[in-house]
Nanobody, 126 residues
Framework: QVQLVESGGGLAQAGGSLRLSCAAS????????MGWFRQAPGKEREFVAA????????YYADSVKGRCTISRTNAKNTVYLQMNSLKPEDTAVYYC???????????????????WGQGTQVTVSS
């Protein structure tokens, strides 16, 4: 079992930056691929970024590629999402998620992730 708690959301201006954190409980955090998803009002939850359990592989949605960086520190049971050059369309609730199967590859679909945080709101003003 993995429990996830996101933090770092807030209000930012267009062009600004935010760093989201996701703290995980459980001694097996380091064996799970981790992902970030987001959900804007009235829209489906969508994939943002993922990082392999080793940290050696990352993958990004086209909408954030070049502006966001996902990273993890397994010793601290934490995964991060650094977001730069923010746009109003980045406004959403951001969710951290852990893959359902340990030591699996990168996944971009919601159904691949079994554990979810409660979400943190990101609002970008123009």
């Amino acid at each position: 079992q993995v429990q996830l708690v996101e933090s770092g959301g807030g209000l930012a201006q267009a062009g600004g930056s935010l760093r989201l954190s996701c703290a995980a409980s459980g001694r097996t955090f380091g064996t799970y691929t981790m992902g970030w998803f987001r959900q804007a009002p009235g829209k489906e939850r969508e994939f943002v970024a993922a990082i392999s359990w080793t940290g050696g592989t990352t993958y990004y949605a086209d909408s954030v590629k070049g502006r966001c960086t996902i990273s993890r520190t397994n010793a601290k049971n934490t995964v991060y999402l650094q977001m730069n050059s923010l746009k109003p369309e980045d406004t959403a609730v951001y969710y951290c998620a852990a893959d359902s199967i340990p030591r699996s590859g990168i996944a971009t679909t919601r159904t691949s992730y079994a554990y979810w945080g409660q979400g943190t709101q990101v609002t970008v003003s123009s």
